[in-house]
């Protein structure tokens, strides 16, 4: 082949391949504009998404399931009128029940949507165990403000400390899994605990439903009970006891009833 064939097909090949390299180009320029409008939705999908259409479906209905005895549906209500996404669409469950333990009395909770307009809280609630001055106390150890209910909690024995105001929840917790040691011991004998007072020097003074009170000093306590649970059986009259103080090393004071007496055994202890 001469040279004169051999550049006329080169000129020639580069005339054809010149409009496919100028269709690529525009192929190229297509699928990036392609890209840039879906980045573009995808991106205002993710940021605008959830107020876009944090209105769509409103909660209209909110259903609350579960044995519960002091969270009202009007709680329920109360917290999704103070949430931000009204929209059943947009609402994020797992935040939601997350944000639905801080309502009073909710130990765990499940929701779940029930299309169109209705969510369902599924709830197990917390135990009550104790009234600790204003708050209830819970078998997780939380404490709950007391609003109303007087007679709902009446039956629950009472733990109240001087200058509460200054008692910190742990140790509310601590107290309240020492009283509930004692109050197993107590009912070996029949006695059953109405409350607790903690004085100003810290000794334990306890009330019994039957009317008798005891004060089990600042220590010791555990041993203390034992003594008594060891010892009652041996009192006399015990319909007819005031009190007892149990703040002596190896025995107890006895207080009677509208008697200007008093049996004592053992040492007494002078600093509880």
Same mark, same amino acid.
């Given at each position: 082949? %001469?040279?004169?064939?051999?550049?006329?097909? &080169?000129? /020639?090949?580069?005339?054809?391949?010149?409009?496919?390299?100028?269709?690529?180009?525009?192929?190229?320029?297509?699928?990036?504009?392609? $890209?840039?409008?879906?980045? =573009?939705?995808?991106?205002?999908?993710?940021?605008?998404? &959830?107020?876009?259409?944090?209105?769509?479906?409103?909660?209209?209905?909110? $259903? $609350?399931?579960?044995? %519960?005895?002091?969270?009202? @549906?009007?709680?329920?209500?109360?917290?999704?009128?103070?949430?931000?996404?009204?929209?059943? *669409?947009?609402?994020?469950?797992?935040?939601?029940?997350?944000?639905?333990? =801080?309502?009073? +009395?909710?130990? =765990?909770?499940?929701?779940?949507?029930? +299309?169109?307009?209705?969510?369902?809280?599924?709830?197990?609630?917390?135990?009550?165990? @104790?009234?600790?001055?204003?708050?209830? $106390?819970?078998?997780?150890?939380?404490?709950?403000?007391?609003?109303?209910?007087?007679?709902?909690?009446?039956?629950?024995?009472?733990?109240?400390? /001087?200058?509460?105001? %200054?008692?910190?929840?742990?140790?509310?917790?601590?107290?309240?899994?020492e009283f509930k040691q004692v109050k197993r011991q107590f009912?070996?004998?029949?006695?059953?605990?109405?409350? *607790?007072?903690?004085?100003?020097?810290?000794?334990?003074?306890?009330?019994?439903?039957?009317?008798?009170?005891?004060?089990?000093?600042?220590?010791?306590?555990?041993?203390?009970?034992?003594?008594?649970?060891?010892?009652?059986?041996?009192?006399?009259?015990?319909?007819?006891?005031k009190s007892i103080d149990l703040r002596y090393h190896n025995?107890l004071a006895v207080e009677w009833q509208n008697e200007n007496?008093?049996?004592? =055994?053992?040492?007494?202890?002078?600093?509880?």
């Amino acid at each position: 082949m %001469t040279k004169s064939k051999m550049a006329i097909k &080169k000129q /020639y090949s580069s005339w054809i391949n010149f409009p496919k390299r100028e269709l690529n180009a525009s192929k190229i320029f297509v699928r990036l504009l392609l $890209l840039l409008m879906i980045g =573009s939705t995808v991106f205002f999908v993710v940021t605008m998404g &959830k107020q876009f259409w944090s209105n769509i479906w409103p909660v209209q209905r909110v $259903l $609350l399931e579960g044995d %519960t005895h002091y969270l009202k @549906a009007s709680d329920i209500q109360d917290f999704m009128q103070q949430q931000k996404v009204k929209g059943l *669409l947009s609402i994020d469950l797992d935040d939601l029940q997350q944000a639905a333990k =801080s309502i009073d +009395w909710i130990q =765990s909770v499940e929701i779940r949507k029930v +299309w169109p307009e209705q969510l369902v809280f599924k709830v197990v609630e917390h135990k009550p165990v @104790a009234r600790v001055d204003d708050f209830i $106390l819970t078998q997780k150890g939380t404490k709950i403000k007391q609003v109303g209910n007087e007679v709902l909690f009446s039956q629950l024995p009472e733990i109240n400390f /001087y200058h509460s105001e %200054t008692v910190e929840l742990e140790h509310y917790q601590r107290v309240w899994r020492e009283f509930k040691q004692v109050k197993r011991q107590f009912e070996l004998l029949s006695l059953e605990l109405q409350g *607790l007072y903690i004085d100003p020097v810290k000794n334990w003074r306890m009330k019994f439903m039957n009317g008798l009170e005891l004060n089990l000093g600042r220590k010791q306590r555990t041993e203390r009970v034992d003594r008594l649970v060891r010892v009652f059986s041996s009192i006399q009259n015990k319909s007819k006891i005031k009190s007892i103080d149990l703040r002596y090393h190896n025995g107890l004071a006895v207080e009677w009833q509208n008697e200007n007496e008093s049996q004592t =055994s053992g040492d007494p202890v002078v600093n509880g």
